[in-house]
Structure formats: C-alpha cells, structure tokens
C-alpha cells in the first residue's frame, strides 16, 4: 500500500476561502509543519500551512484551561460557528 507523505493527527471544520462552505478538514504533519487539508466540492482540494513547529503546535492543542465566559456579548447567534464570529452567546473565553 502506498504512504502518504504526511502524518494524520486530528479532524476539524473549516471554511472554503472562496464561497464560505463549511467544509470536513484534516490536520496533518509533514515535513515539520503542520497543515490543514480541507476540500471544497466546487473550488477543490487546499493545502493551508497552520504553523511552522509541530512539537509547539501539539503543546498548545494541549493546553487546558477553564472556559471564562466574556463580560459583554456584542452580537447574537443567528448562523453558529464559524459564520457568526465574535462575542455571541456561545463564545466561552474572554477576550
């Protein structure tokens, strides 16, 4: 069976860059970077570099923290993540 060129580490959503779509993702190690490889049905596949250093990536995936719910929200939820960005009801950290 033929290898890939990179390994698998986790599956995510993400968003198509050109119509928006929410689109299945994997996150994948190559080569000492980490990139997102996600692929939209009408603008095809995309190769995104997320970071540089996969140990740090993994160090900070790795972090817990409790959740701080924000002192104000700014906006309602109408579309959910990822479409409604900013300080809505459902974000879980303040900023």
Do not use: W
């Amino acid at each position: 069976m033929p290898e890939r060129p990179y390994t698998y580490y986790d599956f995510t959503l993400s968003l198509c860059p050109h119509c928006l779509r929410r689109i299945e993702a994997k996150i994948v190690f190559e080569d000492g970077a980490v990139y997102m490889l996600k692929r939209c049905p009408e603008h095809g596949r995309q190769r995104v570099r997320i970071a540089t250093d996969v140990e740090y990536y993994k160090s900070i995936r790795n972090y817990v923290k409790p959740s701080e719910t924000p002192r104000r929200f700014n906006m309602a939820t109408h579309y959910g993540c990822p479409y409604d960005c900013g300080l809505c009801t459902d974000h879980e950290q303040h900023s």
